[in-house]
């Protein structure tokens, strides 16, 4: 005759629902979700919180977002509009922007209108108010991009803004 | 069983292997002694309210002393332009300045890049961070610095500010 007590059954389902039914293929799949994790979150996506107002209204002070590395990846390229992280001589510290000059364009900004070749840049993205900021005409070389903060309602001489190598861009901002 | 317990063993050995031989690796070891000489500079510039005398007064000297005599410095922005060979009294005068201008400076510096180009010379590329007190703004300012081993410790000979963008 067999003895002992059986456990209740609370205690079944908390084994079953955390360890599952076969510990072995749950510790399995820790370490292929552990892997496939670190592996995305290092080569693919990074999340950066945003620690200045430079890029308000679009994304606000305190939130965290998405960089996609592969955006760029193989033959695409930046396209004016994009948002993008900026490294610095690592990645712990990027810069968050808004491309709106390519390579071999001259940008100028005009009493805050943002000029290309010459053209008036439509921004719908920027709110109505906005400061009359000015930036003589610079033309930009093979290799690098125009980049500014969606802000331009702060003064012009605490925003950083302008050229940047292209090498520099880490990836697209996509959330 | 036994072959998945070799299989563990063999690994952890590669790694430990790993680990010494990257440990021993001489040119390593010297690129981690200069990140730490140069996150030793990033702590002893900052300062906080309420120091010392004795702290405040030794500051221009022990911050001084991480850099050659003279140091050329390049550093254009308008709240700290330098530009050009700074000997070591010049400096001490700017670090006097920066101490009685100022209540507080928090300094931490990122993604610290050495390359030694010769056994006593090296380059590093680095980020700063540097909050003022009571400035809600901060600065993030990248620097190139060259530096020489002078009596077995890493000197700045060279400070140069670099703008990620411009």
Redesign the interface.
Same mark, same amino acid.
């Given at each position: 005759m067999a003895t002992g007590t059986a456990s209740p059954p609370i205690l079944d389902w908390i084994k079953a629902f955390t360890i599952g039914r076969s510990p072995q293929w749950t510790l399995i799949r820790v370490a292929i979700l552990i892997v496939v994790s670190t592996l995305v979150f290092k080569y693919v996506l990074l999340l950066r919180r945003i620690e200045s107002i430079s890029m308000a209204p679009t994304l606000r002070e305190g939130t965290v977002h998405v960089v996609n590395r592969l955006a760029y990846a193989g033959k695409s390229l930046p396209e004016r509009g994009d948002i993008v992280a900026?490294r610095?001589?690592?990645?712990? +510290?990027m810069?968050i922007?808004r491309v709106i000059g390519l390579p071999g364009e001259t940008i100028e900004i005009r009493s805050g209108t943002v000029h290309v070749d010459g053209a008036p840049l439509d921004e719908p993205y920027l709110p109505r108010r906005r400061r009359d900021w000015n930036r003589p005409p610079v033309k930009l070389k093979p290799e690098e991009y125009f980049?500014v903060g969606d802000n331009r309602t702060m003064d012009q001489e605490?925003h +950083?803004?302008?050229?940047?190598d292209g090498r520099?861009i880490v990836g697209k901002v996509i959330w | 069983m036994k072959r998945r317990l070799t299989l563990s063993v063999v690994l952890a050995a590669l790694a430990l292997a790993g680990v010494l031989w990257w440990q021993s690796d001489p040119e390593a070891r010297e690129i981690r002694r200069i990140q730490k000489r140069l996150t030793d500079l990033a702590a002893e510039v900052s300062f906080a309210e309420g120091e010392s005398v004795l702290n405040r007064l030794s500051y221009p000297t022990r911050v001084a002393a991480f850099f050659t005599d003279p140091t050329h410095l390049e550093i254009p922005r308008d709240e700290a332009d330098a530009k050009g060979s700074y000997t070591r009294i010049q400096i001490e005068q700017i670090l006097t300045g920066v101490r009685a201008t100022r209540r507080g400076l928090h300094v931490t510096f990122f993604d610290i890049r050495v390359e030694l180009t010769e056994s006593s010379r090296a380059s590093a590329h680095l980020t700063s961070r540097i909050e003022s007190a009571g400035d809600r703004d901060y600065w993030i300012q990248e620097f190139r610095l060259e530096l020489t081993r002078q009596d077995g410790a890493w000197s700045i000979e060279r400070l140069e500010g670099i703008r990620t963008i411009e």
């Open positions: 900026v610095t001589s690592g990645e712990t +510290v810069y922007k980049v605490l +950083v803004f302008g050229r940047i520099r | -």
